[in-house]
C-alpha cells in the first residue's frame, strides 16, 4: 500500500530545501518584481511600458546631480528599478537563471554580498563615465554574479567538477546568448554599469575561491575587505571629479522639461530648455559639448512642435560644430524645411544625407514624401521602391508609395499597397486616410466614410502639403467625421 501521507511529507520536505537553498534569489526576484509594480501602479502614466526619467528619479535611479549631492543611497536603490517591462524580464530571468547556481554553490550571505557589491561598482561605473545620465536596473549586479560563476567554475573538488562544470558552462552560455549579447547593439544600453559589475563579481568569485585555501585566506579576506570599503573612497573622488559640473544643473532643466514634453506641454518646456542651453553657453569646455547638443535637439524639437521654425533653424546651425551625427542633423533640418514648405530645400539636404547613406530606408522614404509634393512622382516611386528593397514591410513607406500611386492615377498599385499597410499595422491611421482618397477617386463613397472615420478615431493629421492636394477628401472628411476638438 501506499503511503500518500509519507509521500506528501517529503515532497513538502524538498520543496522547503529548495526554498531555503535559494533563498536570496528568490527574495531579489520578488523585491524587483514588487517595486517595479508599484512603481507604475504610482506613476502618471499608470504604463507596464517605459517609465519617464521623472518617475525613475523619483523612486531613486541613479542620477549624477542628486546622488553626488546628498543622495549616494541611490548606488544602491538605481539596482532595484527597472525602466520598462522588457527591461525587467530579461533581468529577472538572468537572475533566476544565474542567482540559483551560484547561491546553491556558496550559500545565500556569499551570493547576496556578490550580487549587492556588484551592482555597488555598477553603478558607481555609470557615475563615472555617465554622470548625467538616468540609471536603472539589475544588469550590474547581475554581471558580478556572472563574473563570480566564471571565476568558481572550478570551485569545487575534481569528482563535483566533472559533474557540474558541464551544467554551469551551459548556464552561463545560456545567460550570454540571450542577456548580455543582445546589449551591445541596443541603444541606451548602461555598458558602463557592465563592466563593473563584472570585474567585481570577478574578484568577488576568485577571493572566495582562495579563501578555501589555508595558505590564501589571508591575502582572500583581506582583498573582500577592500571590496566592501573602496566604494566610499570611490565616491568621494568622483565627487570631487565632477563638483561645480555645470552639466548637473543643465540637466536637472532638461528632466523636467522632457516631462512636460511627453504631456504635450512644449509652451512650458521650452522656457526650461532655453536655461538648460544658457547653462552651458557656446564657449564651454568640449567635455559639455555632448550635453549641450542634447539641450539643443530637444529645443529644437519643441520649438517645430510650436512652429517656431526659424528658431529652430537657428539651433540646428548653431549645434552642427558640436554634432557627431551630420547624417541625422540633415535628416532633422530637413524635416523643419518641410514644414515650413521649402520642399526643395528640404529635398537637397534629404539627398545629401543619402550620399552618406544610400542605403537607409527612413531616409529614401523621407526622400520620396518630399519629392510628391514637387510632383517629381518617377522619383519618388524609385525611392519608395528602393526603401521597400531594405524593408519590405515598412508601413509608412507602403503608405508613401501607396500615396505616390495616387498621385499617379494607378488606384490599382495604390489600393495593394494601402491594403497591405493596413494589413501589417491595422491602426494606421495614414494609410486609410489615403485609401479613403483612392475610394473617392473611384467613386466608392460609402468605403471612402469608412476609411476617413477610421482616419479620425486613429488621429491622422493631414501633412503639410496634404491640405493643398487633397482638399475635397478634407472637407469630405470634416463633414463625415468631425473633428471633435475643433471649435464650432
Not at 43 to 69: F, R, V
Not at 108 to 120: A, H, N, V, W
Not at 279 to 292: I, Q
Not at 448 to 460: F, P, Q, T
Request: with cysteine; proline share 4%; hydrophobic share 45%.
Amino acid at each position: 500500500m501506499i503511503d500518500t501521507d509519507s509521500i506528501k511529507d517529503r515532497a513538502e520536505t524538498v520543496k522547503s530545501f529548495h526554498l531555503r537553498k535559494h533563498a536570496g534569489t528568490i527574495s531579489l526576484i520578488v523585491l524587483n518584481a514588487v517595486l517595479y509594480t508599484a512603481m507604475v501602479i504610482a506613476s502618471p502614466e499608470h504604463s507596464i511600458g517605459a517609465q519617464t526619467n521623472k518617475t525613475l528619479i523619483e523612486w531613486g535611479a541613479g542620477y549624477g546631480p542628486l546622488t553626488l549631492n546628498g543622495q549616494p543611497w541611490r548606488l544602491v536603490s538605481c539596482t532595484f528599478l527597472h525602466a520598462h517591462l522588457i527591461h525587467i524580464l530579461v533581468n529577472l530571468f538572468g537572475l533566476g537563471v544565474l542567482g540559483r547556481e551560484i547561491e546553491e554553490l556558496l550559500g545565500t550571505k556569499k551570493f547576496l554580498f556578490i550580487y549587492l557589491i556588484s551592482g555597488i561598482y555598477g553603478s558607481l561605473f555609470s557615475l563615472e563615465f555617465l554622470p548625467v545620465a538616468v540609471t536603472v536596473g539589475a544588469s550590474g549586479a547581475l554581471m558580478g554574479v556572472l563574473g563570480s560563476a566564471f571565476s568558481l567554475i572550478g570551485a569545487s573538488d575534481f569528482k563535483q567538477l566533472l559533474t557540474t562544470m558541464k551544467r554551469r558552462l551551459l548556464v552561463l552560455l545560456a545567460f550570454i546568448v540571450l542577456a548580455v549579447a543582445p546589449t551591445f547593439f541596443m541603444p541606451g544600453i548602461d555598458n558602463a554599469a557592465h563592466v563593473g559589475g563584472l570585474l567585481a563579481g570577478l574578484i568577488c568569485g576568485f577571493a572566495m575561491k582562495a579563501s578555501t585555501r589555508q595558505n590564501l585566506k589571508p591575502l582572500a579576506i583581506s582583498a573582500l575587505t577592500l571590496l566592501a570599503l573602496a566604494p566610499l573612497v570611490s565616491f568621494f573622488a568622483i565627487g570631487a571629479q565632477y563638483k561645480g559640473d555645470l552639466r548637473f544643473i543643465s540637466q536637472n532643466y532638461i528632466v523636467d522639461a522632457t516631462a512636460l514634453m511627453n504631456d504635450k506641454k512644449f509652451e512650458e518646456a521650452l522656457p526650461l530648455l532655453d536655461k538648460a542651453v544658457e547653462t552651458l553657453p557656446p564657449n564651454s569646455p568640449p567635455k559639455y559639448d555632448e550635453a549641450r547638443f542634447a539641450a539643443l535637439s530637444l529645443r529644437v524639437r519643441t520649438l517645430v512642435e510650436l512652429k517656431k521654425f526659424e528658431a529652430a533653424l537657428r539651433d540646428i546651425d548653431t549645434s552642427e560644430p558640436i554634432c557627431d551625427d551630420i547624417v541625422q542633423l540633415k535628416r532633422t533640418k530637413a524635416l523643419v524645411k518641410f514644414k515650413q514648405k521649402d520642399y526643395d530645400g528640404a529635398l537637397a539636404l534629404y539627398e545629401e544625407a543619402l550620399a552618406a547613406k544610400p542605403d537607409d530606408y527612413e531616409l529614401l522614404n523621407a526622400a520620396a514624401w518630399t519629392q510628391a509634393p514637387l510632383g517629381k512622382l518617377e522619383e519618388a516611386l524609385k525611392n519608395a521602391d528602393k526603401s521597400l528593397e531594405q524593408k519590405h514591410d515598412a508601413v509608412d513607406v507602403l503608405d508613401t508609395r501607396g500615396t505616390v500611386y495616387l498621385l499617379m492615377e494607378n488606384y490599382e498599385k495604390a489600393l495593394e499597397d494601402l491594403d497591405r499597410a493596413i494589413k501589417v499595422k491595422p491602426k494606421s491611421s495614414a494609410a486609410y486616410f489615403h485609401r479613403a482618397a483612392v475610394y473617392m477617386k473611384q467613386g466608392e463613397l460609402e468605403k471612402c466614410d469608412s476609411d476617413l472615420r477610421a482616419a479620425r478615431e486613429l488621429k491622422y493629421e493631414p501633412d503639410v502639403w496634404e491640405a493643398d492636394v487633397f482638399s475635397d477628401l478634407i472637407e469630405r472628411w470634416n463633414r463625415v467625421a468631425p473633428n471633435p476638438l475643433s471649435k464650432h
